[in-house]
């Protein structure tokens, strides 16, 4: 069972990074010119990052 938590623990915290470095390639991508859009990245990506760390705990 502790094998379990951990696994899950570890999958987890591999989401959260591929979603970040997601976030922060979309923004440098942005910042640099290859991607046009209205809407800014940065303030949206936080409030992404904040509401991802929110999700496991609403879970339980």
């Not at 989401?15 to 303030?43: D, K, M, N, Q, R």
Request: with cysteine; hydrophobic share 55%.
């Amino acid at each position: 069972m502790a094998k379990d938590q951990f696994d899950s623990h570890r999958r987890e915290r591999m989401a959260y990074g591929i979603f970040i470095s997601a976030l922060g390639c979309l923004w440098l991508a942005a910042e640099v010119g290859w991607v046009s859009t209205g809407v800014p990245i940065g303030p949206i990506s936080v409030i992404l990052i904040g509401i991802a760390f929110f999700l496991p705990w609403l879970k339980k």
